[in-house]
């Protein structure tokens, strides 16, 4: 079984994707991380150094790589993975697509420390990362809804990963 755990930066994908990885007993792949090794530079360096298009680039690599594989996992995309190339068509077509949609105030909150560290929002702040995020989520929202489960994110507790997990198994069978 292939899962793909996708929604914005912030939306909780790699600490839900680890945590739904142990409930369905599969490995858990971050293409983030997966991108960084292929590279051997972090995002934000690919971002600086060699811009937004090779990182998308390597991005779709990896994800092209796990789609082909015979591999099981539950993969966590990059916030910007399914807007760019066929990605989401690719993900719907070898496995589950999970979108995680957190409120846009939650994000805002969980982003707010941790926006230097993110390329797209870098030095934004109260009301201007608000608006940022409003705006990218006006494009992103519609490609992500086309996910075949929609969880919202804001309180991923043990209880609703468990629904979750027995949702992604219902709709794999």
């Known amino acids: 079984m292939k899962v793909f755990i996708i929604g914005f930066m912030g939306s909780g994908k790699s600490t839900a994707g680890k945590r739904l990885a142990r409930l369905l007993a599969l490995p858990f792949l971050d293409a983030d991380s997966l991108a960084e090794n292929a590279a051997g530079a972090s995002v934000s360096d690919i971002f600086a150094k060699s811009g937004e298009s090779r990182f998308r680039e390597l991005e779709r690599a990896v994800l092209n790589d796990f789609a082909a594989s015979d591999e099981s996992a539950v993969f966590a995309t990059g916030g910007g993975m399914p807007l760019h190339f066929d990605n989401m068509n690719r993900m719907l077509a070898a496995g589950v697509v999970v979108w995680l949609d957190p409120a846009p105030g939650v994000l805002a909150q969980r982003l707010e420390k941790k926006a230097q560290s993110r390329p797209l929002i870098s030095g934004l702040s109260g009301t201007a990362l608000r608006e940022k995020i409003s705006d990218m989520l006006k494009v992103r929202n519609p490609i992500y809804a086309r996910a075949h489960i929609?969880?919202?994110?804001?309180?991923?507790?043990?209880?609703?990963?468990?629904?979750?997990?027995?949702?992604?198994?219902?709709?794999?069978?």
Not at 150 to 173: P, Q, V
Request: aromatic share 4%.
């Open 150 to 173: 929609r969880t919202d994110a804001a309180d991923l507790n043990a209880a609703r990963l468990k629904t979750l997990a027995e949702e992604i198994r219902n709709y794999s069978r």
